[in-house]
């Protein structure tokens, strides 16, 4: 098999440790450098500091690694030509033996795999504006719908549809839960206007929602909507100026398929002069600390 999991991480998961995987696309695609390695280091060491072994996943010399060490972060996060990794190119990364970064659908089924239940993100990606004429819809939505993975997020970017990308979800079967909000985050700022399904409002609440949805064998991933903190937010009306103008830029410049996220992301960086950057960061953070706790408090559980 082509999964290589580091030493430390196997041990935790042995002694049913908790253990949160980490995605790497937002290290190459969604981050400029250098900030996209410092807060993939960052991200580690929240994890560690909230009782959890940080575990990133990626693709390099043609092997599926959980665990990396800062000088493959590194790698990834410097390389101009790292691929983006999905369900529908993991075994390209794999036969090609170019670096690969994977997205959230990607981590979702290695850390299935390695047998990780939890995974930190910023935000998922989604059902994208126009999508009734571009098809455009993130294979993320169906990775959450059949891979037993919880996913921590910010919600999903505002630039995205987020209606239609509640009703996939909801479609799907996908459960996705508000932690301690009763409306759905839009990523940059803590309120879409939609109402988040569910609402929990402590990591043992969440641990025992996977429990119950575990024991129904209903399979699939589900969604932790962590609201960015209120001191970091950029409030939706603001964000909608730079989202529209992202728009325009991509329309304008005829982009399809996986390129879109990262060029959306860029030039709303651009247009929003770096803010949406710090943002960005404060949230991955925020959802890295939560994603340790209900990997720990899995760990303190029944089953744990
Ligand atoms: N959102 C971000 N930064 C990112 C991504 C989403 O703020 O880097 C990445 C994630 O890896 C996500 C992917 O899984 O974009 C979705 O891409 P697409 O829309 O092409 O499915
Ligand atoms: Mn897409």
Redesign the pocket.
Known sequence: MTLIVSEEIQVALDARQPVVAL?T??VS???PWPQNLETAVEVEAIVRAGGAVPAAIAVLDGRIRVGLDRASLERLARSEDTL?L?RADLAYGVMSGKPG?????A?MIVAARAGIRIFA??????V?RGAESSF?V???LTELAQTDVIVVAAGA?ALLDLPKTLEVLETRGVPVIGYRTDVFPA?WSRDSGLAAPIRLDHAGEIAAFAQAHGALALGGGILIANPVPAEDEIPAAEMTAHIDAAHRDSIAAGVT??A???FL?DAILKHSRGRSLKT?IALVRNNARLAAEIAAAFAAGPDG
């Open positions: 995605e696309t937002i695609h969604g981050m983006k999905s970064a994977t997205t959230v659908a981590t993100t910023g935000g998922i990606g989604g994208h455009d993130s294979a993320d970017k990523f398929g996986k879109v996220t990262p992301l960005n």
